[in-house]
T-cell receptor
Framework: DAGVIQSPRHEVTEMGQEVTLRCKPI?????LFWYRQTMMRGLELLIY????????DSGMPEDRFSAKMPNASFSTLKIQPSEPRDSAVYFC??????????????FGNGTRLTVT | EDQVTQSPEALRLQEGESSSLNCSYT??????LFWYRQDPGKGPEFLFT???AGEEKEKERLKATLTKKESFLHITAPKPEDSATYLC???????????FGTGTRLQVFP
């Protein structure tokens, strides 16, 4: 299994531009999570999906952020317009059904976003 | 509100010098406590899940333990390749969210 695949690995953009981050979860996993990691705040949950349906988006900072999961093998996180304070590493993670004994999150290697 | 606090923020050890990392948590009904390892430029990698007080899990030089208020990650005779950031996370019965601490950055010198 290739694991969770994120693209791009690095993204540098100017303030005001639209940014789209992509994620392919592990096949068969029915939960997908988007996290943001910064030195100051650590890993923060932004949103998660179950069976392609958004369940909790209370961590999404503001309306500039949106996430979609059109099918079981693809998700996007979009920031429009981007701001310098959005600079962080964004991680996608997937998981099997929660509540079972072994249901840890499996993370991708992240997208490092820099907004200048 | 569920909360996780890890200490110390950073730890420097000599190779072979055993130590422990602490994870204190506040959660409304613990469903599971997770330990992850994160290397620079990589995503967190799963190590252990603990479910109830008194439980212990081991993997090579690492042993994780759990009480009702905290978890410890014991590192016995560490090697330089154990250098990484170790993250603790909790999941409660009220939600499917995994709430992370800010991690302990471990450096092991030869």
């Amino acid at each position: 299994d290739a694991g969770v695949i994120q693209s791009p690995r690095h993204e540098v953009t100017e303030m005001g531009q639209e940014v789209t981050l992509r994620c392919k979860p592990i096949s068969g996993h029915d939960y997908l999570f988007w996290y943001r990691q910064t030195m100051m705040r650590g890993l923060e949950l932004l949103i998660y999906f179950n069976n392609n349906v958004p369940i909790d988006d209370s961590g999404m900072p503001e309306d500039r952020f949106s996430a979609k999961m059109p099918n079981a093998s693809f998700s996007t996180l979009k920031i429009q317009p981007s701001e310098p304070r959005d600079s962080a590493v964004y991680f996608c993670a997937s998981s099997l059904i929660l509540g079972t004994a072994d249901s840890p999150l499996h993370f991708g290697n992240g997208t490092r976003l820099t907004v200048t | 509100e569920d909360q996780v606090t890890q200490s110390p923020e950073a730890l420097r050890l000599q190779e072979g010098e055993s130590s422990s990392l602490n994870c204190s948590y506040t959660v409304s009904g613990l469903r599971g406590l997770f330990w992850y390892r994160q290397d620079p430029g990589k995503g967190p990698e799963f190590l252990f899940t603990l479910y109830s007080a008194g439980e212990e899990k081991e993997k090579e030089r690492l042993k994780a333990t759990l009480t009702k208020k905290e978890s410890f990650l014991h590192i016995t005779a560490p090697k330089p390749e154990d250098s990484a950031t170790y993250l603790c996370a909790v999941r409660s019965y009220n939600t499917d969210k995994l709430i992370f601490g800010t991690g302990t950055r471990l450096q092991v010198f030869p």
